[in-house]
């Protein structure tokens, strides 16, 4: 099961649900992996919640085109058919621009003198940290690089790779509805659209609402911070049958203890609500968690 926790716009509490929710199903599954990949690599911030060992410490790259000069005879074909603008030619240079380019291979497949290869350019860097048998995977695009795609495609790529398919994967997915959250969910079983009860949050979730049908996801909605507010995230959901699937409230007391880094699973009405999200997830997937016994 692979489920992405996403939301139209930063400051939701995605990161907060991501990391409480893969912390309480590793307490409870039997037998299974749990895997929380933070994918909002432009500022993964997962980590300030979840610790332990790391076992894992890698850089990431994406091939770029490296000029050969004495190869080169100036004939614009790499430019012509480089649909990024990545590549500029002057009378006397060739310049690669790695910001832009798709490393999409077009320009040094087509270069007809084979004045142009492919070079590896570090992109970011992949943290894995496990504790028992929640493991912790984080992307983070290094600075200055401006595609965030390349990275969450390879952070994805680490987990399917080092974990089965039986695993429990949970995905923390960047805000909004652009590329990098598509690359996101665009393999998932399951979108959870954290929301909350104010008016920039019903615009942003309808956004998200039409992006997820857009591409035929299966979704429900969380609402965080409920309790403040009107009604209408409520009945947005009801007119549009879409499934709300909790409703975190809003207390002093979670405040509290977000800002000091700590997780709420030791707040009963966060605890309690986040075993009625998982029953819920089950539901509407038909999966069953294999959890243990709460009696």
């Known amino acids: 099961m692979k489920i992405t926790i996403a939301s139209g716009k930063g400051g939701t509490g995605k990161t907060t649900l991501s990391a409480n929710l893969a912390t309480l199903l590793s307490n409870l599954v039997t037998n299974t992996n749990v895997v929380l990949a933070d994918l909002d690599v432009e500022e993964p911030n997962s980590g300030i919640f979840i610790k332990g060992e790391k076992v894992k410490d890698e850089k990431k790259y994406k091939p770029i085109p490296e000029w050969i000069p004495e190869k080169c005879t100036f004939c614009n074909k790499c430019k012509e058919v480089c649909n990024f603008n990545a590549i500029i030619m002057l009378p006397e240079n060739v310049l690669v621009f790695p910001e832009l380019c798709h490393s999409c291979y077009a320009c040094v497949d087509l270069c007809p003198e084979d004045a142009l290869k492919m070079k590896d350019h570090q992109i970011g860097n992949l943290t894995h940290f496990k504790q028992s048998n929640l493991n912790f995977i984080e992307g983070e695009l290094a600075i200055g690089e401006q595609q965030a ?96 699937l909790g409703r975190i409230p809003n207390m002093e007391k979670i405040a509290k203890e977000y800002a000091k880094g700590e997780l709420l699973l030791k707040i009963p009405e966060v605890k309690e609500e986040l075993m009625h999200i998982i029953q819920n997830i089950e539901s509407e997937t038909n999966s069953h968690f294999n959890l243990r016994d709460q009696s």
Do not use: W
């Open 149 to 244: 795609v390349p990275m969450i495609a390879q952070t994805i790529d680490y987990t399917n790779k080092n974990y089965p398919e039986d695993s429990l994967f949970i995905y923390d997915a960047p805000p909004g509805t652009s590329c990098p959250v598509i690359e996101s969910v665009k393999d998932t079983d399951f979108v959870v659209l954290v929301t909350e009860p104010t008016p920039f949050g019903l615009h942003d979730l309808k956004l998200s609402v039409e992006t997820m049908k857009k591409i035929g996801k299966k979704f429900g909605v969380v609402i965080n911070r409920h309790g403040i507010g009107k009604k209408d995230v409520e009945t947005f959901c009801r007119e549009e049958n879409i499934p709300v």
